[in-house]
């Protein structure tokens, strides 16, 4: 039975989520698997893969076939390179602890370049906010500047009308008072 390691797809449409299983190559693509692997999230970045490295190194000995994708994501645990190494221990090339030894600084030389990567992912994320809070104090300061001109001119238009409305009333008392001297006036003469 030719075996093969490969993506299971779940999620919905638009957000995929898959399995990493060992199946039967004739299986369908989303069908019967003989075991569940690990799991693989595109969706974050980093993506997020959890594997059972060990698991997939005994399918891999036992002659499973991963696909493309399958085998980028066992190379990028390290399962290939764990493969490659325990070959080399049953042809006694490097010993068990050797074998181990190699494996654990290339894990640790990995897990350093993902912390990198997701500290330059945070950073520019956060040089993104930072930018997009300086704009948006930038146009804030801008539209308190035009509040504060429209209330100076609304400001200046309100003591233009007061000036007005005082010069009205001036005028109101002028023409009064000379209204009242024109009939003290009119009756001067009508008394005399």
């Known amino acids: 039975m030719p075996v093969k390691i ?18 039967d ?4 693509r989303d069908g019967r698997f003989l075991e569940k692997l690990g799991t693989y999230n595109p969706n974050v970045n980093p993506a997020i893969i959890d594997l059972d490295v060990d698991g997939a ?11 493309d994708t399958a085998r980028t ?13 325990a070959g080399g221990v049953r042809k006694g090339a490097l010993t068990e602890e050797q074998a181990e030894e190699k494996f654990n600084a290339w894990l640790e030389e990995k897990t350093g370049k993902v912390s990198s990567k997701e500290e330059e992912l945070a950073k ?3 040089d993104v906010i930072a930018k997009a809070l300086e704009a948006e104090k930038a146009v804030n300061e801008a539209r308190i500047a035009a509040a504060q001109k429209v209330e100076e001119e609304a400001t200046a238009a309100e003591e233009a009308v007061e000036a007005t409305e005082t010069v009205e009333e001036a005028t109101e008392e002028v023409e009064a008072a000379a209204e009242e001297a024109t009939e003290a006036r009119a ?6």
């Open 124 to 126: 520019a994320k956060a």
């Open 57 to 67: 190194v005994k399918w891999l000995q036992n002659g499973a076939q991963p696909t």
């Open 6 to 23: 490969r993506l299971q797809r779940h999620g919905k449409k638009g957000k995929p989520f898959y399995w990493v299983v060992a199946a």
């Open 187 to 192: 009756e001067d003469k009508a008394a005399e």
């Open 73 to 85: 994501i066992l190379s990028y645990k390290g399962a290939m390179l764990k493969n490659h190494l």
């Open 25 to 28: 190559s004739r299986a369908k």
